[in-house]
């Protein structure tokens, strides 16, 4: 069973052509309908499908586009043309500190959180200690997260995102922030639903990483789908890539 099929998306942002010195100039820019703009192409015909249990690694250089598919698989950008179907409840693992409120404490933004992944109050509150063990904040957990350090957000919000089974996870390099012991400590919970499971979306610049944890490999170069294959050869042929290019 297919649970993501990506179907010829294309996503483009209109960027602002003339460099503003100012505010004010941009509003008189505006009044007078003297702004020039330009489409900015981030993904051109992109195509794929991820089936049940599947583990598929995302790879390719800064800027190609990758964080903008996960956005937009995970409902948080609508593409410019193009079509989505997702078959199953989706636990996205985006940016830190989404999905958080600053000012609150830990704990309060576990039930924040929570509720925004669309877990239920009661669930939280059985789940609650679990949580807390698990991310290793228990004598920080009543501090407003705005004190957090980043490995701490991201101890946070995988501990809030993988206490239940998601059906779909999507995760953009979350992984790589934090210390080694929590990283291998993710790796192995991301294993246990992966084994149950799971469909994972995996975006990672550590090619160890991928290769350790994915099925396939789509390489993305250029906003456009490069390759898509075995995740040895797929990553064997990215280092070669990026060797001759050096």
Not at 70 to 78: C, D, E, F, H, Q
Not at 127 to 152: A, H, T, W
Not at 182 to 190: I, P, T
Not at 195 to 203: H, P, R, S
Request: proline share 2%.
């Amino acid at each position: 069973m297919d649970m993501i099929i990506v179907k010829n998306i294309y996503m483009n942002f209109r960027m602002i052509n003339d460099k503003m010195q100012s505010l004010k100039e941009y509003f008189v820019a505006v009044l007078e309908h003297r702004l020039q703009y330009k489409e900015l192409i981030v993904l051109e015909n992109i195509s794929f499908s991820v089936k049940k249990g599947e583990v598929i690694g995302i790879i390719g250089k800064n800027g190609a586009g990758k964080s903008t598919l996960l956005k937009i698989i995970s409902g948080v950008l609508k593409p410019t043309s193009g079509n989505i179907v997702v078959n199953g409840n989706i636990v996205p693992m985006l940016e830190l500190g989404s999905g958080f409120d600053l000012e609150l404490s830990g704990k309060e933004n576990i039930f924040l959180n929570g509720a925004i992944l669309g877990y239920e109050e009661e669930f939280l509150k059985e789940k609650y200690q679990e949580i807390v063990e698990f991310s290793e904040l228990r004598e920080f957990i009543n501090m407003p997260i705005r004190n957090y350090s980043s490995g701490m957000l991201m101890r946070l919000a995988f501990s809030i995102a993988t206490v239940v089974q998601p059906e779909i996870l999507i995760v953009d390099e979350i992984l790589a922030v934090g210390d080694e012991g929590f990283q291998r400590k993710s790796k192995e919970r991301m294993k246990e639903l992966m084994t149950m499971g799971t469909t994972v979306l995996f975006v990672s610049h550590s090619l160890p990483q991928i290769e350790e944890m994915c099925d396939k490999v789509i390489w993305i170069e250029e906003h456009k789908i490069k390759e898509i294959g075995k995740t040895k050869e797929i990553c064997e042929k990215y280092q070669q890539y990026w060797i001759k290019e050096e």
